[in-house]
């Protein structure tokens, strides 16, 4: 039985899967072995990387110095990159890249947010209560409904974090202006310079927090 998002792959890259008899690891050739081997020839000692793309760079350019040169398993009087080379003529161009993601159900908390992979992803404050479906992608938190994206995120890959986006909580800041000052999605609210100034000012004068959150709500209509 063949994973339905792997299978919507398939379908997407026009494909047939063929799996191997259970308990049948052999059946997979050297499969296993070469990424052993890859591991070991460019994963020891383990490298560490800021993000993906900075990862992916260093792959690449791990290939052309090292992989490429190698002599082809198959084709031992010829390198990897030469096979490869002669390969790319006839590979089938990438058409629309396929929306690959781990998709969940879920309930927004009373917080106005949705765990995944213990951190929490604020999600707009009218949706609280409301069933969800929030989408992982090896980049990106997206939630939906009904087809609609509610929010997205950049993934985040600590423990325990919250990601909130403080426009998702101006609703909030109608019933509880004082928010503005201590409220989580407030503290770090990065605003353009001279809407800073505007705030600033504003919670200087008595019921000033009350003033921005009205100014706010008329700025994102």
């Known amino acids: 039985r063949f994973n339905r998002q792997f299978l919507a792959l398939a379908n997407h890259y026009l494909f047939e899967p063929v799996a191997c008899t259970p308990a049948s690891g052999w059946e997979k050739g050297q499969v296993e072995n070469q990424v052993g081997n890859v591991r070991e020839w460019l994963f020891s000692p383990r490298p560490r990387f800021k993000d993906l793309a900075e990862l992916n760079a260093w792959l690449e350019q791990q290939y052309r110095e090292k992989l490429a040169q190698r002599p082809h398993p198959d084709q031992r009087s010829r390198t990897i990159g030469q096979v490869f080379a002669e390969e790319q003529a006839q590979l089938r161009p990438v058409g629309k890249p396929f929306a690959g ?40 938190i997206k939630i939906v409904q009904k087809g609609k994206t509610l929010a997205c995120h950049k993934r985040c890959f600590g423990r325990e974090q919250q990601i909130l986006d403080p426009w998702h909580y101006l609703p909030v800041l109608e019933r509880k ?34 003033a921005f959150a009205s100014l706010s709500m008329a700025g994102s209509d």
């Open 101 to 140: 993601y781990v998709e969940k159900a879920c309930r927004v908390a009373a917080t106005c947010t949705v765990g995944y992979d213990r951190n929490r992803y604020s999600v707009p404050a009218e949706y609280a209560g409301q069933g969800v479906f929030l989408r992982a992608t090896a980049t990106r």
């Open 177 to 210: 202006p004082g928010a503005l000052r201590n409220g989580a999605p407030f503290v770090q609210w990065n605003l353009p310079s001279p809407v800073r100034k505007v705030r600033d000012h504003l919670l200087k004068q008595d019921k000033g927090d009350r």
